[in-house]
């Protein structure tokens, strides 16, 4: 049941994830989708910017063209008047000061042209501009509105998939509450089984070890008559099935499984060491894209090419190791099978390393060899040589440690068991050597990559390929550092008893009792389900308490409303019945009101028909007609004197008679009374059982149109509040905006104000030259009359 429930939850997680990812990845989209719009909406305020810029440049063109066009027609009319009174002086040969004005024009002239040619030019720019800014702004609106609309479908899907996938959230979170809570009681019950094992297995210590102490007793009285053999008595102790200690499995898993992190690290350093180590020998001494390389190179180059082929198999060594140690093993060195198969993978790996030692070295020495290669380079070549060195005999001590620990598991006797301790205290302190050795060559390392950088001829690819190096050379010190740490955090543990052997015997556990001890551990655990009584389903108490709260706070003004609903109802309910009663007995006396009138109204003509036919016939065919009449036996036998002796009328005696007959005597009618009542009952409860299926169907109705105006009022306010933020964002961008046009507007106002400033300026500074100008030409008007005056005098 429990592997059905967590299937169950993982089928509706997988769900609820895909679910998820779907939302990510349509909201994503809605999110690029607004990146782009805001993006466009950037660049169409940068190009109206832009526009504003121009149209104001246009502007201030236009004024100073203006200003050009009156200064213009003041020359054009300044040069005319000068032309003019030129004309009535005498028109005798040009004088210099004449020149001097044609050459003023001229200059004029020529700047005026220049000004003109400027100013078409300025225009035509502009209108380029203009109608370029133009396409680009009709662009971008038109790429606006398809985003806009783009971004409306994505909204609308987005809302659609939520308000389609809502409900199924909810399902599945209640699912997993639901899931959650089982499992819970599933996990209080594994915890009561497990107590129970353990009290068991106490009982059963307790009774093992009664049972020793009634067998040492009875030896020690056997020894004294009989003599005892101690080789015989230990062989009968080896018989003997051990406990289980999960605890130490627990722990032995956990520490593989931190082993296993390790060497994978491990592993990724070594691969990325052997193979920058083969790109540095492409490269260096000697480019391979350039020149062939060394064949000692080459040879070096094609081993360190098989690298992954040793190293990988440590990785999935210790994977199946780690798979190997469950909760229903036994995990020691004498059953660990596994541990040889990381051992062969480990011994292949220090040959490899043994196998590219001498080519490593050799190719060192060609480095010191090359011509640029300084004596540093060389002393560091050498430091890095030693430290191979080093690091191979420490793999070398590594791989004899580890073939010692893996032989237990091959053959027991191969170790004894005092020597354990002694290999794994040994083996912490080889790992922290192989640290030490790793983290003194990437420091050597890294001294020499810094010289080679030094060197004249050092390229950018090999730069590139020793940070690389250095990097793996990092990793593996980082990695070797933190194996050293965690094998001498654990080594109590690896040095430590495991509690596992024959109670009473001496030796180590073999396989054949690990097997047994599974064995017995399956029985016992199936014979704890066998007498194990089912309990019935029930909510812990603890649980309970602390969902209360919450149950409490979400179901308090629910709860509260449908008791409320339900008293009305019941109350309803009940004056409906009330009513339906009384209505009902109203029905009925009616019913029998008008047939006991009825009654009435023919005895009375019955009686009053009777009473006229006997006043002719005597004084006893009254009571003769009306015991005929009535059918009253009781009237037939007595005469008229002895009704008068025993003193009762005629009158008297007759009304008797009728409440007799009215109350004692049945007749067809009342049957069919009887048969009416039952038939108006029934007419009127199913009438009423018509009337009360139609009001619950109109109360169904009303409550699923109620629940249906709730979700979309819900959903209403939820779009409300999306508007009312979206408004808001409008609102701001708008104070924005309003705040941007009022400070271009000032900026605007601020260069007109400075332009109009500048131009009055040039204005007068204008004024100030024609002034000059008009000064010059009347001074030399004066020396030419003057002139012409001297020479008429002359003549």
Known sequence: MAADLQAKYTKLAQEYSKLRAQNQVLKKGVVDEQASSSSLKEQMKQREQSLRKVEQEMDSLTFRNQQLAKRVELLQEELAASEAKGKKSKNK????????????QSVFDEDLQKKIQENERLHIQFYEADEQHRQQKAQLKVRLEELERDHEQHQAIVDGLASKYMDTIERLQSAKARLEVKSQTLEGETNECRVQTEEC???????????????????????????????????????????????????????????????QDLVAALLNFHSYTEQRVHIYPLDSSIEPISPLNQKFSQYLHENAAYV????????????????DTVTVLETVGKLKDFADHFTSYTHFLQKILPYQLKSLEEECRAPLCTSSLIS??????????????????????????????????????????????QLAACLHSLHDAVKEMSKHYSQKAGLEQQLPTVTQKLCTTNECLLASLGMFTNTTDKIATFFSNNLDFFTSSTGYGPRGGVGALNPLQAESMLGNKKKASDYMHAIRKPRAESVPYREALLNRRVLTSSTESRQGLT??????????????????????????????????????????????SALGGGGGGGGGSPASALSLGLGSPALTSLDDGELEERGVGKDAMISTSLVGMLTTTP?????????????????????????LTTQLQVSDSKAVNFHAECRALAKRLAIAEKSRETLTEEVKLANQNFTRLQDELATTKRSYKEQLSMMSDHL?????????????IDILKLSSKGNSKLLKKGR
């Open 93 to 104: 040969g040009d004088s210099p000061s004449q020149q001097g004005l044609q050459q003023t």
């Open 201 to 263: 297995q106490q009982q059963l210590r307790k009774c093992q070890s009664e049972l020793n102490r009634q067998v040492k007793q009875s030896s020690c009285v056997i020894q004294e008559k009989v003599p005892f053999n101690d080789t015989k008595f230990s062989d009968y102790n080896s018989l003997n099935v051990p406990p289980h200690n999960r605890r130490h499995q627990l722990k032995a898993r956990d520490v593989a499984g931190q082993a296993l992190g390790f060497v």
């Open 312 to 327: 990988r198999p440590l990785e999935e060594g210790l994977v199946q190791l780690h798979q190997s140690i469950t909760e």
């Open 380 to 425: 560091k070549n050498q430091e890095l040589q030693s430290g191979m060195k080093r690091i191979t005999s420490v793999f070398d001590k590594l791989h004899s440690y580890i073939i010692l620990l893996a032989l237990p598991s091959v053959r027991q006797d191969a170790m004894p068991q005092s020597s354990c301790s002694a290999v794994f205290t």
């Open 563 to 608: 008791q409320q609903v339900m008293a009305s109802q019941e109350k309803i309910a009940r004056l409906e019945q009330e009513k339906e009663h009384w209505l009902l007995e109203t029905q009925l006396g009616r019913v029998r009101l008008e047939k006991e009138s009825q009654r009435i109204q023919d005895l009375e003509t019955q009686l009053s």
């Open 667 to 691: 007749t067809n009618e009342e049957v069919g009374d009887e048969e009416s009542r039952e038939q108006l009952i029934k007419a009127h409860y199913m009438a009423r059982v018509g009337e």
């Open 764 to 776: 007068c500074s204008m004024n100030e030259t024609l002034s000059k100008q008009r000064e010059e």
